[in-house]
């Protein structure tokens, strides 16, 4: 009856062991998925910036040229447009933009 006491009272220590194993592993994997989701959260947010910073960039970049186009325009200064066009012309080169309306 002791032996079988004593087997009995190993198993239950064995299997407490082994609950609080898993309990631990439990835990642990939760944690790293916490983790893993705000890693994830944090370069979505970065990624929304730089996607944000770089559409401004490249207006930046295409007002830039197309002042530069109109600076080259107006340097050469032969043209000889009239009507709408002209118009359109004269207007970009004061306002510095194609885009300006009219």
Same mark, same amino acid.
């Given at each position: 009856?002791?032996k &079988?006491?004593?087997?009995?009272g190993?198993?239950?220590? *064995?299997?407490?062991?082994e609950?609080?194993?898993?309990? !631990?592993?439990?835990?642990?994997?939760q944690? *790293?998925?916490?983790?893993?989701?705000?890693?994830?959260?944090?370069?979505?947010?970065?990624?929304?910036? &730089?996607?944000?910073?770089?559409?401004?960039?490249?207006?930046?970049?295409? *007002?830039?040229k197309?002042?530069?186009?109109?600076?080259?325009?107006? *340097?050469?200064?032969?043209?000889?447009? !009239?009507?709408? @066009?002209?118009?359109?012309?004269?207007?970009?080169?004061? @306002?510095?933009?194609? @885009?300006?309306?009219?």
């Open positions: 009856m002791a &079988a006491q004593a087997a009995a190993a198993t239950k220590v *064995e299997a407490d062991h609950q609080e194993r898993a309990l !631990i592993e439990g835990d642990y994997k944690a *790293e998925m916490e983790y893993e989701a705000g890693v994830l959260k944090a370069h979505a947010s970065y990624e929304k910036d &730089a996607y944000r910073l770089l559409v401004r960039k490249r207006r930046h970049e295409y *007002e830039l197309e002042k530069k186009i109109l600076a080259e325009l107006a *340097e050469a200064g032969k043209f000889n447009l !009239i009507g709408t @066009s002209g118009d359109k012309m004269v207007q970009a080169m004061m @306002s510095g933009t194609f @885009s300006a309306k009219l």
